[in-house]
């Protein structure tokens, strides 16, 4: 074990400096000098003690690049990858390596299942938004059509394409309520469905809008305020589930600070190979089931079965109806 310690020297000092270079890459160079000029540019002068180092143009302009590329090419999901290299160098092994490789799909993808929930929640708010808002108007004196085209432009756009379909349709006399259901179409819009059903009977039966609009908010706001209740009560469950999913990583430090050395038994040895495979299959069955049951609490599968009955709904024949989703207050169920 003795002729390990310099390579397990060489791994950490390769690992500090791939880990100066990245940071370097990531944030850039700040220099001081600089933000004392921009900051005394009213007509002070800035005084260096020394000389400021000034790399040559060449060098920025490169460097510059390369975050460029970084930036728009890659994601934070690469990071896998000067991760397993680390690892690698520190266990003598190209195991770890591959093993990050063929992570970076894997957690792009859970990347990208995180960025599309964060957009249903803020979809989910900005309905809450838009009905409160054109209830407003119409509450004001203002016409449907004039009270939406009068809601703030930033509400709309949460919906993309679809919420500038419903300010056309709105402003060029369409048809207000097919857009709002063809909206209701997006995680996160589903309450739209509840709105397109108000704006319909308004117009053809001349029911009061604003008060069907108030609901259809109350209730989406009902709906928000119960996820993020119980969001709050899986907190500790998610904790513990992170910190026992952790511990391994812990044992390896403590096997690697007592001179066990179990990277080198668990990627060198036929018997720590099996037993990696089999700690890393649980360990993934764990984060597995803990991820159900959390969506199971949740209700993940609600605002998937609500744009079904919307999907449903646009597929009817113009005589045909199908009654909109409404979702109770109590229950936070969908029924039609």
Do not use: N
């Not at 690992?15 to 990531?26: D, H, R, Y």
């Not at 756009?157 to 048809?175: H, I, M, S, Y």
């Not at 066990?260 to 299959?281: F, K, N, R, S, V």
């Not at 159900?292 to 009955?309: F, L, N, S, W, Y």
């Amino acid at each position: 074990m003795a002729g390990t310690e310099p390579a397990v020297a060489y791994a950490a000092y390769a690992a500090v400096v791939c880990a100066g270079a990245a940071a370097w890459l990531m944030t850039g160079r700040q220099d001081g000098a600089r933000r004392a000029r921009l900051l005394l540019a009213g007509g002070a002068q800035a005084v260096a003690r020394w000389p400021a180092f000034e790399p040559p143009g060449w060098w920025l302009d490169a460097i510059e690049g390369v975050r460029r590329r970084l930036g728009g090419r890659a994601g934070t999901e690469w990071w896998c990858l000067p991760v397993g290299l680390v690892v690698g160098l520190l266990g003598q092994s190209v195991l770890p390596l591959v093993a990050g490789l063929a992570a970076v799909p894997l957690v792009r993808r859970r990347l990208r299942r995180r960025a599309a929930d964060q957009a249903a929640r803020e979809r989910e708010t900005a309905v809450v938004g838009l009905c409160a808002a054109v209830a407003g108007e119409l509450r004001a004196g203002r016409q449907p059509d004039g009270a939406l085209l009068a809601v703030d432009r930033a509400v709309v756009r949460r919906f993309g394409e679809p919420g500038a379909a419903v300010l056309a349709a709105a402003r060029f006399g369409g048809d207000v309520p097919a857009a709002l259901r063809e909206a209701a179409l997006l995680p996160g819009g589903e309450g739209l469905a509840g709105a397109a059903a108000c704006w319909q009977v308004a117009v053809e039966g001349g029911a009061g809008l604003a008060e069907g609009l108030e609901a259809v908010a109350g209730s989406v706001r009902a709906r928000i305020e119960q996820r993020e209740e119980l969001r709050t009560q899986l907190a500790g469950p998610r904790s513990t589930a992170l910190v026992l999913a952790l511990l391994p990583v812990f044992g390896l430090a403590m096997g690697a600070a007592m001179d066990a050395d179990p990277l080198w038994i668990l990627l060198h040895t036929p018997a720590g190979l099996l037993c990696l495979a089999a700690g890393l299959l649980l360990e993934w069955a764990g984060l597995a089931w803990v991820a159900h049951i959390v969506r199971a609490a949740e209700g993940a599968d609600e605002p998937r079965k609500a744009r079904e009955v919307a999907r449903a709904e646009r597929r009817t024949q113009p005589g045909e109806r199908v009654a909109e989703p409404v979702r109770s207050r109590a229950s936070g169920s969908w029924s039609r």
